[in-house]
């Protein structure tokens, strides 16, 4: 079973957008951090990223695996990524097999 084609967007229309940029322009520091505070679903500005671990994914080999064709089309419409979400099934799998964490 072969995806349709994916239309390639244009440069004009991928920039289109109704954002005001003069408005943002004339923000101040103070107002973003205020509309920032204001935002129950924003991190927070003052992280400290010094004691921050730095994490090197493993390496990834490529495969060919076979799947069941409903299993792969559930992964492919959750949208771009699927193969790493499918990866991230299978590491969740090895842990709980394996016990370990990481």
């Known amino acids: 079973m072969r995806d349709k084609p994916t239309r390639r967007v244009s440069e004009p229309e991928r920039r289109a957008g109704v954002t005001d940029f003069e408005r943002i322009a004339a923000l101040s520091d103070g107002d973003i951090a205020d509309a ?3 935002d ?3 991190a927070p500005l003052d992280i400290d990223w010094s004691q921050a671990d730095v994490t090197v994914p493993p390496r990834k080999v490529p495969v060919s695996i076979r799947l069941d064709a409903d299993v792969l089309d559930f992964f ?4 771009t990524g699927y193969q790493s979400r ?3 099934v299978l ?3 090895v ?3 394996t016990g370990r964490e990481g």
């Open 36 to 38: 920032v505070a204001g």
């Open 40 to 42: 129950p679903e924003a």
């Open 76 to 79: 492919k419409h959750e949208g």
């Open 86 to 88: 499918i990866n991230a």
């Open 91 to 93: 590491r969740s799998y």
């Open 95 to 97: 842990r709980a097999r």
